[in-house]
Nanobody, 123 residues
Framework: QVQLVESGGGSVQAGGSLRLSCLAS????????MAWFRQAPGKEREGVAA???????MYADSVKGRFTISKDNAKNTLYLQMDNLQPEDTATYYC?????????????????WGQGTQVTVSS
């Protein structure tokens, strides 16, 4: 059974930083594409960043230069380092996985989802 468990969310002021983690079980992070999505109240879930099996990365334009996606294959864990956070980054952040190695930021291409972790940025 695949489980993705996010942690690291919280409340910060604008300009602050947070690091999200996603621990995978029943699933091998090293051999697949994984991503972070976010959903703000009243908005659709959107892709934030993705990382391929070979650690190639892609980012949404809104977070380029501020967020960094990475993974630790030995720990089977995905990360999202978020710097210079802004109020518009406030959302529930979800970890997602797809059993293919190629990059994607389309939510319909992801089979497995975590329960989400809340990030709140105040001005």
């Amino acid at each position: 059974q695949v489980q993705l468990v996010e942690s690291g969310g919280g409340s910060v002021q604008a300009g602050g930083s947070l690091r999200l983690s996603c621990l995978a079980s029943g699933y091998t992070v090293a051999s697949s594409c994984m991503a972070w999505f976010r959903q703000a109240p009243g908005k659709e879930r959107e892709g934030v960043a993705a990382i391929s099996s070979e650690s190639t990365t892609m980012y949404a334009d809104s977070v380029k230069g501020r967020f960094t996606i990475s993974k630790d294959n030995a720990k089977n864990t995905l990360y999202l380092q978020m710097d210079n956070l802004q109020p518009e980054d406030t959302a529930t952040y979800y970890c997602a996985a797809r059993p293919f190695p190629q990059l994607a930021l389309d939510r319909d291409r992801y089979n497995y989802w975590g329960q989400g972790t809340q990030v709140t940025v105040s001005s």
